[in-house]
């Protein structure tokens, strides 16, 4: 579709304020923009795109990260739980335990919004010494095993930023994809190791990260030899159920 005509009949709903909203929501999916990547990226005027963020952004549909950019706000993911319509968190829980149980250490379940990472779900350790991180929570994207999987299969260009004053390299990166799961070992805090893999969607877009973390004393420093295989199977069976009940869906 031509995103300049949204507001022709065969090219959208007929009503050309609400196409321009979604234009400008579908382009945060990418990511956070500016203003001018907002303009570039639907095509709108400019004052169009600002007044059209500024209204969503009133609403909760949109908000802006650290350094101002526009991105997608708290309001569609309180829309989407309430609705029920969230395969993904409908399906966490009973692999989070699984996983928990299996590993001895708490699972989570993060998802990138903006330049932050937010626990989504998670199944923590229920005795002894853990690494309790509530679901809800915001943590770095620039340190974690979580970070280096959501960042991993970006774009060059995001990548490329995401890169900026992390702890990670382009290296430990490449690794990532390689091997298809991360480790990070008092990287994102002292004292802590955690093993990642990606959730992909039904286009194989990595769409969240499902992870383990516990006292590097307990997990030792190389926690990737005795753990991964558990978390990525962990991964694929929620990546399957997203696949498939996207196809279900779609025969329907």
Request: hydrophobic fraction near 40%; aromatic fraction near 4%.
């Amino acid at each position: 579709m031509d995103i300049s005509a949204v507001n022709l009949p065969e090219s959208g709903s007929g009503v050309g304020v609400l196409d321009k909203a979604a234009n400008v929501l579908a382009s945060l999916e990418t990511g956070p923009l500016t203003l001018s990547q907002l303009v570039s990226a639907t095509h709108l005027a400019r004052p169009t795109a600002h007044r059209l963020a500024v209204a969503l952004e009133y609403h909760r549909f949109v908000a802006r990260d650290g350094q101002g950019r526009f991105i997608l706000g708290p309001r569609l993911s309180e829309l989407a739980s309430s609705a029920g319509e969230d395969r993904l968190l409908a399906a966490a829980t009973p692999v989070l335990i699984a996983l928990r149980d299996h590993s001895s250490e708490s699972a989570q379940l993060f998802r990138r919004q903006g330049d932050g990472r937010i626990c989504v779900a998670a199944a923590e350790r229920t005795i002894g010494l853990r690494d309790s991180i509530p679901v809800g929570a915001t943590l770095s994207m620039k340190a974690g095993s979580a970070a280096q999987v959501l960042l991993a299969w970006e774009e060059p260009e995001r990548l490329h930023r995401g890169l900026q004053d992390a702890s990670f390299t382009a290296t430990t990166l490449a690794g990532v994809r390689r091997r298809g799961w991360a480790q990070s070992i008092g990287e994102r805090e002292a004292g802590v190791a955690s093993i990642s893999a990606p959730v992909r969607g039904p286009s194989g877009r990595v769409v969240a990260a499902i992870s383990i973390s516990g006292p590097i004393e307990r997990m030792g420093r190389q926690p990737g030899r005795k753990h991964a295989p558990s978390v990525l199977a962990a991964a694929k069976r929620l990546s399957n159920f997203l696949q498939t009940t996207e196809d279900t869906r779609g025969e329907a």
